[in-house]
């Protein structure tokens, strides 16, 4: 508990005034110095008082201190000192000089409120409640301490003295929702429901038309076996004030609870057919039906539902966020992300939307350069997610932006720090395409045999390696040995198709070579120019120059293909 400490704006005047250096009769000697020391106190005091207006707490003390060696007993110093050492959290020293200001004046308030404080930071709330209990016993001005009193009472676990602070807080601030709650609480404890029905009531009854105070005892009414009695009470509240969709909503799912679906339905109809419902609380609450078994009644309802939703909220971004869940569980993958595109246009700060987005575009395969916008937009939201710093860096890899690639992949290995292991495996993969793609090309061999230590089975890794050793005309027998473990367990993918005619290409098996180039182009909807290309080299090897022509024709202008195309079909020949 903090206790506030009103300042001393007038403190000096307080301090013993100093006396006329002159008079009309000469003083004694001994009262002459007394006169100087409590003068040159007074100036301290003042000095130690502007330092602390200044918030220069080191010389307020110094001053102050030297204001105390003068004046030891001047309570006015002794409190300056307890209060800046609280502030410094050194409770004892401060408990100190804050005693000896309420010995010099055990009336005044603020002393006192010093003492309570030091007393809470000693976690002696007891002897602080004492403090402020003597204090508004002696007027009614200090009644303004009683919820400091009750929190007190509430801290050392004295619930019944703490309930009737509460009492006398609601007598002096009159009804107030956080009051009601922290008795219901109390009652709660003493297993007394009556009494904890009976101060929702009052609240209820004190804002009548306020949904919020009637779901807060609602709730306490459900969660202890009443369901009928928060029925009625909700329905008592709609007949009085029946625009209260937060209301229809509870009652759908009391109602729901009691299997009386009809007026459930009847209920979350109602209010779905209300604008003025806000429209995250109407998209968790489709959430929450769409996660109902699948029945042609549920299907019904949930499209009306979705009907209204689109009528009465067309640009909430929940609304449009949590439809798209609809569309995109139900295999409508253009339509929900269109919706979701929609909503991050309104309300770019959704995490999970803007995921759903990024995956649904990287499952496509299409149009990098979208998909690089919208990972772009994560990062500058959500900087702490490592997982949208990953996908950047694989977007940017995708438009062959190697290094920008590597700062993404970096950042997304820094934040993560090892927490998230798939995402850890996921990133040293990347970062072996990323230094390939920067040529670094034995970083990314590095990158790549680590990336298999912790996981052997990574079909992008396993692939990707590889190629590149084919490339390199380097551990052929590896790279056959990685990329045939792959045509095994996806004998239709292209792309493991391709590397692995490649391989055998490489190892000079052109034949083999031939057969499974054959298979990645039967299986591939639309090959690359380097698969066609690849193609024609197999086929030269094999003696049949002329094919081998017309496939490095149809490779050119294609993705991928190598520096030499023109060369080789200009010379209708093959180059390495």
């Not at 995490?351 to 979208?370: N, R």
């Not at 940017?396 to 970096?410: D, P, V």
């Not at 793609?437 to 390696?465: C, I, Q, S, W």
Request: hydrophobic share 35%; no cysteine; net charge negative.
């Amino acid at each position: 508990m903090k206790i506030y400490l009103k300042r001393l704006l007038s403190i000096s005047l307080m301090m013993l005034i100093t006396l006329s250096a002159f008079s009309q009769q000469k003083l004694p000697k001994k009262d002459r110095k007394k006169q100087l020391e409590e003068s040159k106190a007074s100036r301290f005091f003042i000095e130690g008082q502007r330092f602390l207006m200044q918030e220069d707490f080191d010389r307020a003390y110094f001053y102050f201190q030297k204001a105390r060696e003068i004046t030891p007993d001047e309570g006015a110093i002794n409190f300056k000192l307890a209060e800046i050492l609280l502030r410094a959290n050194r409770v004892e020293k401060a408990m100190e000089y804050g005693m000896k200001a309420v010995e010099s004046n055990p009336e005044n308030k603020y002393y006192n409120l010093v003492m309570a404080e030091a007393f809470t930071k000693q976690n002696e709330p007891l002897k602080a409640a004492e403090i402020l209990e003597n204090l508004m016993a002696n007027t009614e001005e200090n009644q303004n301490y009683i919820l400091d009193l009750a929190s007190l009472y509430l801290q050392a676990g004295e619930f019944d003295k703490g309930l009737d602070a509460l009492i006398r807080a609601e007598e002096y601030y009159g009804m107030a929702e956080q009051l009601t709650v922290q008795k219901q609480r109390i009652y709660l404890r003493k297993n007394d429901l009556k009494s904890v029905i009976k101060e929702g009531e009052k609240l209820i009854a004190s804002q009548p038309g306020n949904s919020q105070y009637v779901l807060n005892l609602v709730e306490i009414l459900f969660n202890n076996g009443r369901t009928d009695q928060a029925i009625e009470l909700i329905e008592n509240s709609l007949k009085n004030y029946p625009q209260q969709p937060e209301l229809q909503l509870a009652a759908y799912a009391l109602y729901k609870e009691k299997g009386d679906v009809d007026t459930a339905e009847i209920m979350i109809r109602e209010a779905f057919s209300n604008p003025d419902l806000d429209g995250e609380i109407v998209a968790q609450s489709f959430a929450d039906i769409l996660q109902d078994i699948k029945t042609v009644r549920r299907d019904r309802l949930v499209d009306e539902l979705e009907e209204k939703m689109l009528k009465n909220f067309p640009n909430d971004p929940y609304v449009l966020a949590v439809i798209g869940d609809r569309k995109f569980f139900g295999n409508e993958r253009e339509k929900a992300l269109e919706l979701y595109k929609k909503s991050i246009e309104i309300n770019p700060a959704n995490a999970p939307v803007l995921q759903g987005i990024i995956t649904s575009m990287f499952e496509d395969g299409k149009d990098f350069d979208q998909i690089e916008k919208y990972t772009i937009l994560a990062v500058d939201e959500f900087p702490e997610r490592a997982e949208f710093w990953f996908f950047d860096g694989t977007a940017k890899l995708a438009l062959k932006k190697g290094e920008e690639a590597m700062t993404s992949l970096l950042k997304s290995k820094e934040i993560n720090g090892g927490k998230n292991k798939q995402l850890d495996r996921l990133v040293k993969g990347q970062m072996g395409d990323a230094y390939h793609l920067t040529g670094k090309k034995d970083e990314a061999f590095e990158a790549y045999e680590a990336a298999l230590k912790e996981n052997p089975d990574d079909d992008h890794v396993l692939n990707n390696y590889a190629y590149y050793l084919s490339l390199e005309k380097k551990d052929l027998d590896k790279a056959k040995s990685m990329s045939s473990k792959l045509v095994k367990k996806f004998p239709e993918n292209a792309t493991y198709l391709d590397t692995y005619a490649w391989v055998l290409f490489q190892l000079k098996d052109y034949e083999g070579a031939k057969k499974y180039m054959e298979l990645a182009l039967e299986y591939d909807e639309s090959p690359s120019g380097v698969m066609w290309e690849h193609y024609g080299d197999i086929l030269y090897h094999l003696g049949n120059s002329n094919d081998a022509i017309s496939y490095w024709k149809k490779a050119e202008g294609g993705e991928e293909t190598s520096e030499v195309l023109i060369k080789k079909i200009k010379d209708k020949r093959y180059y390495d």
